[in-house]
T-cell receptor, first 108, second 114 residues
């Protein structure tokens, strides 16, 4: 079945440093979604990418969807302590398959 | 925005008892809802797809007789963990698709079986 791989599993940065998480699918995706889960919380939808090569920005967050629609990335510029959490990518047409997530911790 | 309400947020039960978890879409209709299970520091694993008015679709390896799903209306899906055992202790989360806004998740239910 479809698999979504995400790296790195963990990332610790100093506040103000940039952060990137990468997502790769074993199959071509119709769309990819990104979620953030704070410690103890539930996943919250961030964005959905649909088009090949698409790039979307949300303030300090930049999301990319690969040309082949099999990979994606989330980049955070100048991290802040509020960015702490686990970031998941997820893909799939009828049902979402989640990546393993990247847990971001920040040293203030 | 869309809201999915999930109750209870946590529950402790004795081994061998059953626990029901409810998931409601508050301001939209959800013909399909999804149930996930999440172990500490791990990803979300899809357990089953709940379909309003028909049988749920279970993922491979998920026991349908143990995790009973009922989707009796367009706004309510329930997951019942039957004859719970300590290994069933986990974080259970429901979600529903909201057009243009990805999937909206409930706040989750932390189940502890003692």
């Amino acid at each position: 079945g479809q698999q979504v791989m995400q790296i790195p599993q963990y990332q610790h940065v100093q506040e103000g440093e940039d952060f990137t998480t990468y997502c790769n699918s074993s199959t071509t995706l119709s769309n990819i979604q990104w979620y953030k889960q704070r410690p103890g919380g539930h996943p919250v939808f961030l964005i959905q990418l649909v088009k090949s090569g698409e790039v979307k920005k949300q303030k300090r967050l930049t999301f990319q969807f690969g040309e082949a629609k099999k990979n994606s990335s989330l980049h955070i510029t100048a991290t802040q302590t509020t960015d702490v959490g686990t970031y998941f990518c997820a893909g799939g047409a009828q049902k979402l398959v989640f990546g393993q997530g990247t847990r971001l911790t920040i040293n203030p | 925005g869309a809201v999915v309400s999930q109750h209870p947020s946590w529950v402790i039960c004795k081994s061998g008892t059953s626990v029901k978890i409810e998931c409601r879409s508050l301001d939209f209709q959800a013909t399909t809802m999804f149930w996930y299970r999440q172990f500490p520091k791990q990803s979300l694993m899809l357990m089953a797809t709940s379909n309003e008015g028909s049988k749920a679709t279970y993922e491979q390896g998920v026991e349908k007789d143990k995790f009973l799903i009922n989707h009796a209306s367009l706004t309510l899906s329930t997951l019942t963990v039957t004859s719970a055992h300590p290994e069933d202790s986990s974080f259970y989360i429901c979600s529903a698709s909201t057009p243009g806004a990805g999937y909206t998740f409930g706040s989750g239910t932390r189940l502890t079986v003692v």
